[in-house]
Each structure stands twice: as C-alpha cells, then as structure tokens.
C-alpha cells in the first residue's frame, strides 16, 4: 500500500487488482500451499466490501463472516483478517501488542504473514504501509498513506449496559446514546473521576458512539489522525473503520471533561515525557521503572541521544 | 342547586339468576342555594341509596340528577370528578382513606386537589381539626386508627375543608357527643349561610330540626309503597 | 380541551386468541384511569399495546404530543415514540428489575432519562437524582448504592423517581404495588397519589387489586375475556357494579 494519500482508501477497497491473484502464490519465499496472506480471494474481497461500507459508514459496525484463523480468538483474527485483505505484495508490515514489536503475539503474527505473504515486516513506524496494533496507537504520528488496524476484542460499547444485542443496535440506529453516560455517570460516583482508562468510548464524526478497542485514553485524541484505521473483531464478526481526519470525540461531561492522562513522569531509558509509559516492577521489593510502552519510539529517542552525545 | 327529575333506580344481580331489583321510582327533589333538606324515612327506604346517587356513586336507571348545571346521570366521568371536586361535597359515615397518611393531610387533601398551596391548606385542616376538639397530638397520625367518633369528625373536617356549593351529608353527627354535635350543626349553619345547597339524613331528629328547612320522605318514590 | 390519549378500537390477537379487542376510551390531563381483571383477562397485552412496547393489530392510541398536538403512537415513526417513552411517558414495571440497571448505582439509574434527553452536566444530574430519592423518600446516602441492595418497596420507589425525573405527562404501571408487604403498598400509594397531584400527572394503572384502584385511582375499566365489560368513576363501578362479572369481582374481596 505505498500508493499517495487518497489511495490508502481505495487500495483497500479495490484490491491490488493482479497482484495477489493466483500468480502471487508462486512469489519465493512464501509458502506454497497457501493462497496469498492466507486468506482466499473471495474471503478478502468479502471483507473489502465489508470495509468498503465501514468506511463510508464511520465507527458504524458492519458485520462480516469472519473465518477460523490458525490462531485462537483473543489473539487477534479480527486485525489479522483485515490486515490479510488490505495487504499487497509490496508493503511493509509491523506488528505491535501493547506498543511492543517484540511481544509474542506481535512476533507471531508477523511471521506469519512473513510466512504466508512474504511481505517485508519492521518495526519502525514511519517505514510501514500497514501497522497491526492490539492496545496502543504509535506515538510517531501516522502519515495518509498507511494503515492502522486493530484487534478489538469486544466491539460493542454498550455492552456491559445492555446486553441485548437486538437492542443495542436499535439504539445505535436510533442515536440513543444516554447509556454511555450513564458509564462515565458511575465512574465519577465511584472514583470522583472518570476512571475508565482504556477502551474509553469515543463519538465518531458526530453520530455513532465507538470503543476504541483496549486502547489507554491518552491514545484517544491521535484517533483524528491521518491515517485510515479499521477495526476487527474476529470471535464477534465485526468490522468498524475510521477514515483519515475524522472527528473523533471522547465522551465527557462538561464539569468533567475528558483528559488523556498518564503516568506523571519521564521514560527512565529516553527521557520521553510526552509519550504513554509502562510501569514496569523490577524486583520483589516493588521497586519500579516507566517506560515507553511504544519500543520503536523509545529505541529511535535513546539512538538519536547516543548520536548526538 | 341539586334538581333531581322522576329518577329510577334498579340493582340487576346476574350472580343471582339476573333478578331485577326495582328499589325507587319516580325520585323527584329540589334543593336551593341556601336550603338544607332533610331525607326521611325508615331504614331500607331508599335514603342512603338517593344520596349515593346524587353524588354519582349509584347510576341512575333513569331520570335526571342535576347538580350545579351537571347532569349526573349522563355525566362523563371526568366531569363527575370535576363535579365532586369543585362544587359537590360528601361527607359520609365512614372514613376511607390510604392506610399511613396524616390526618392533617386526609382534612387537606380537598383543599391540595384544587391547588391551593401546601401550607395554605395546611392552615384550612388545622383549624377545622382545632375547631371539631381533635386533638393535635393526633394530626400527625393515620385516622385509620381512631376511634368511631374521631374519625367521624376527621371525615366532617374534610367535608368542610373546601366550600362547596352543594354538600351531601350521611349521618354527620350520628357519634358524636352533644358538644361535638353542636359544633358540626354550626358549621352546616354556616355552610348554609354562604348559600349551600344541602341534603341530609339526620337519625337525630333534634340536630334535623337544628339545620334542616324541610323534610323529604324517600318512602314515597318507593316502587310498591307509593300511593 | 383534548383528551391525553384517546384510544379507539384497539385489538391485539395472538393467532387465533383474543389479546385484547374493541378497546376504546380516553384519558384526560390529570386522571388516573384504573384497569383490573384476573390474569388473562387482556389487561396487560393492553398497557403494552398503550406503552407502545406490542404493536396492535387494529386501532389508534392517539397521544397529545407537545410540539404536533395528537397523534396516532401506532403509526408514528420508531424513534419518535421511543422518544415519548423516554420523555412524556413512563413505565412502572411489577418487577423492579425489569424497570432498574440493577447493576448501575440509584443514582444512575435516575440520572438515566436525564442523560438519554442530553443532560450533559454530572453535578446538575446528581442534584436532580439527590432531590428525586428525596422525594421517593430514599435516603441520600443510598445514592451510589446499586438496586440489588435495597428492599423491594426501595427498588420500586427508585423506579418510580427513574421514570418521573424527566416530568413525563403519562405513567403506565403495571401492578405497581404487586409482591410488596401491605404496610409498604399503603407508602407506596400514598406517594404515588402525591405526585399524581402535584405534577399533574395522568396515568394508567393495571392491578387485579381492588384496594388499590379504589385509593389511586379516579375512573374504572373491567376486563374479561380481552374485552371491557365496565367502564366509569371507580367508586361507582365498585359500589355499583352492572356488569356480571364485576359484580362477581367486587362481591369475591376479603373484607377485613
């Protein structure tokens, strides 16, 4: 997906026609018996209509017919399943969980697009076309000609609410939203604050109420970011999009205004302060560091640091 | 005021193979602003039953029952709650309230319903209570509670409470001593000094002779008794 | 002067069965409209019809709505009545817990119809749901205590603050005061009548509970069979029933 700004969307939707048809499975270094990053033609041209809809639709839910991946639910086969369709031989794919390129998950599904795609794969956010995330969104700002897909594990915000799901919609069609508040309402009265510190519900482009999936509030406000972002959720069978610079709002009250909060301090390894740390506890005595939950950042802060020394 | 034209009335009991009970015919009754008329007649004759339907609470089989430009036996039913509310009073014999509420705000509740303020007609309850010797230990409690005679003359307060234009009362003294007594037959004296159209059924025939102008015997509109 | 709601011919079949049939009557600003019958008898199928929760196979329940004056709830569009039954009416469920969030705080289960119209400030919510538990006579220390802790005539008090908070102008109520000690049904009604008062509230009570229509409320319907047998002031339907089965009704009452 290396194409100009507005073909981030199209890409998608049209398919790098050729490309990733049946000579493509023949490319070297990809497994022979899978069909170009796994999925079968059809399959991906399902999700691109399904992605076609959630885009003109934005933080609507568009159901699809989500496929058995050769990983369990929970591990990502929603974002994988997007990342599968948007794919094309020539990107550049990086894969982060909690904000790490060397977690697991990220590992795993790296190469196994690495293997079934034989697409190039790093870890530096400004180098990739196509970034699959579980919880955190990069701190280097996203540029229009990539793509940000994330796992989400529950797509529906209300649904620790209300759960029926025949009445839920209803309520998203209808834009009966006062549910929502009614969660931020309890935060305030149980913790004198809005205490909900991911998956902190947003309000996309003025019309449906959206889980950001379990991404830390402080990562709401780069929502409206240049970059098409879709979501997936595999065990649920949902696809909701974010297309580039979309109003994303993040559901307050006006006497409690919302505020992308983190730990009040400096990452111990680059000095970074605007950027969302992880406390890390470094011995049974509870001694802890912060870090940048973001590796790729913080590595490219403490190697500019070396060189300027 | 109250105008009351060849009224019938008749109990249908279908539980007990549909007999047709004909208990009055041919009703008639006039009573003008100002004038007290005293029901008459044995027990069983037909007095409660005339009052019941003059306040809407029996229907009529047939006839007209007109109360203050209201024809009660046609009447819609928002305009009889209209009726009973602004112009007709009722004070019966037996006190039915919700269990647990205040006596003050039982004798108040007429006053409340016309939208008088709270307090005002707090005032308006705690006068009649003074006035009719309930004791004000007791205004804070259910009436549900109290003896024959004091909810007896809780029940009076109520009926008192609003000015009405017409006023219905069942028995007001029948349990009351002779100081009591005196009080209620002052304030029907009152009620019929500002011009309200009263009818009776005085047992206590010098408490009837006290307030009463004249005497309507129901025997007569009797089926089978009549002349 | 309109009538609140004027319904006419309202009928609801399940199948072959009769739900309800032939229903007609109005409803005037400030009655309290009573319907009993036993279980069966049609009265439920129709307070959903009239809640707008079942949608009735033949009939009109024209509402008099505040910005267009009357209208038919039957036609009008789903997010209009929805609308309605967040703002001008209110249900009162027997079962609280089909009326609470058990799982959200007395306070946010009054401050939810606030929200659901845009109420968008938290300390104006939390006055508001403070003055309503007050007026429901629930402590305002039980504010952030969730449902499932309070007694069953608290939770059916909060439901009844929950459903007033926004000042709607009709209340359905289904055996309001069904399942609770006597003792906390004569609070209840007491409390119910009160506001009836003074919001000037109408509303529609269904209870097979004679007790209780003949306290809260001013007119009568009898049900049987899907079908009104009587209609009128409540006290003369109960003093002087016409119809068969009312008089069967009234004369089955335990008298204590």
């Known amino acids: 997906m290396s194409g100009g700004s507005s073909s981030a969307v199209a890409g998608v939707v049209a398919g790098p026609a050729g490309t990733t048809e049946g000579s493509s499975a023949m490319m070297d270094g990809q497994a022979e018996a899978y069909n170009f990053a796994y999925l079968d033609e059809e399959t991906k041209r399902m999700i691109r209509r399904a992605l076609l809809k959630a885009v003109a639709i934005p933080g609507y839910q568009v159901p699809f017919a989500s496929r058995e991946m050769p990983m369990p639910y929970g591990w990502g086969t929603g974002g994988v399943q997007l990342t599968a369709a948007c794919l094309r031989p020539d990107d550049t794919l990086k894969v982060i969980d909690q904000g790490a390129d060397d977690t697991t998950n990220a590992v795993s599904i790296r190469r196994f697009f690495q293997r079934t795609a034989d697409v190039a794969v790093t870890e530096r956010t400004a180098e990739a076309t196509v970034i699959q995330t579980r919880h955190r969104i990069p701190e280097t700002p996203l540029r229009e000609d990539q793509i940000l897909v994330y796992q989400v594990p529950i797509p529906e915000p209300m649904r ?4 029926r799901e025949t009445e839920t919609r209803k309520m998203h069609a209808l834009e009966e939203y006062g549910l929502m508040h009614v969660k931020l309402y309890e935060d305030i009265a149980r913790h004198g604050h809005i205490a909900t510190s991911y998956a902190y519900p947003v309000k996309v482009e003025g019309r449906y109420v959206m889980d950001p999936s379990p991404i830390p509030k402080f990562d709401n406000p780069k929502m409206e970011m240049a970059a098409l972002q879709l979501f997936g959720a595999g065990r649920e069978q949902r696809i909701y999009a974010i297309p580039p610079h979309t109003r994303v709002v993040s559901l307050d009250f006006e006497d409690h205004p919302f505020e992308a909060s983190k730990a009040d301090q400096a990452c111990a390894l680059c000095g970074a302060e605007d950027s969302y740390l992880d406390e890390v506890i470094t011995d049974d005595a509870g001694t802890r560091m912060y870090v940048c939950s973001d590796t790729d950042y913080c590595g490219t802060r403490q190697a500019a640091g070396e060189e300027a020394r | 005021m109250i105008e009351l034209r060849d009224v019938a009335k008749t109990f249908t009991l279908h539980n007990q193979g549909g007999a047709v009970i004909r208990v009055m015919d041919g009703a008639a009754l006039s009573v003008a602003p ?4 005293a029901l008459t007649g044995a027990s069983g004759a037909g007095k409660s039953t005339l009052m019941r339907m003059i306040y809407g609470n029996y229907r009529a089989a047939s006839g007209s029952i007109v109360v203050g430009g209201v024809d009660l036996a046609g009447a819609a039913p928002r305009e009889i709650i209209r009726l009973r509310r602004e112009t007709l009073g009722y004070v019966s014999q037996f006190l039915r309230v919700v269990p647990r509420v205040p006596t003050l705000d039982v004798v108040a509740e007429p006053c409340l319903a016309l939208g008088m303020a709270r307090e005002a007609a707090g005032e308006r309850a705690a006068a009649l209570l003074s006035r009719l010797n309930v004791p004000e230990a007791l205004w804070g409690l259910s009436p549900t509670t109290f003896s024959g005679g004091e909810q007896q003359r809780v029940n009076i307060a109520r009926g008192f409470a609003h000015d009405y234009p017409a006023l219905l009362l069942d028995e007001p003294t029948a349990s009351l001593d002779a100081v009591n007594r005196g009080i209620v037959l002052d304030l029907i004296g009152e009620a019929k000094a500002r011009g309200a159209a009263i009818v009776g059924i005085f047992h206590d025939l010098e408490a009837r002779a006290a307030v009463a102008d004249r005497e309507v015997d129901v025997t007569a509109f009797t089926p089978g008794q009549a002349a | 002067m309109t009538p609140l709601l004027d319904v006419r011919g309202l009928e609801k079949r ?4 009769i739900g309800c049939t032939d229903v007609s009557f109005d409803l005037w600003p400030g009655e309290v409209m009573g319907i009993v019958g036993e279980s069966g008898s049609g009265k439920s199928t129709l307070l959903s019809c009239l809640a707008g929760d079942l949608a009735p196979d033949r009939g009109e329940v024209i509402f008099d709505t505040r910005d267009r004056g009357p209208v038919d709830t039957v036609t009008m569009s789903e997010p209009e009545r929805r609308m309605l039954g967040r703002t001008d009416w209110a249900f009162v469920h027997q079962t609280p ?23 968008r400030h938290y300390g104006e919510i939390r006055t508001q749901a403070l003055d309503w538990l007050g007026r429901v006579e629930i402590a305002a220390d039980r504010i952030d205590d969730r449902p ?46 009160g506001l009836v008062r003074e919001m000037g509230l109408s509303a529609i009570v269904v209870t097979h509970d004679l007790a209780v229509v003949r306290l809260l409320a001013d007119r009568l319907m009898v049900m049987q069979g899907g079908r009104v047998v009587e209609a009128g002031l409540t006290d003369q339907v109960l003093d002087d029933p016409q119809h068969g089965y009312t008089q069967l009704l009234v004369s089955s009452v335990l008298q204590v």
């Open chain 3, 97 to 119: 817990r089909d009326g609470l969030r058990m799982g959200v705080s007395a306070g946010g289960n009054v401050g939810e119809r606030l929200m659901a119209v845009g109420a």
């Open chain 2, 34 to 37: 100002g004038e007290c008329v």
């Open chain 3, 14 to 17: 399940y199948g072959a069965r």
């Open chain 3, 148 to 193: 499932r802790d309070f007694s069953g005539g608290m939770q059916q008090r909060l439901q009844i603050a929950r459903n007033l908070v926004t000042g709607p102008r009709l209340v359905f109520m289904d055996e309001p005061t069904g399942g609770l000690d006597v003792s906390v049904q004569a609070r209840l009604l007491d409390l119910l009548r």
């Open chain 1, 160 to 163: 620790f609410l209300e759960p």
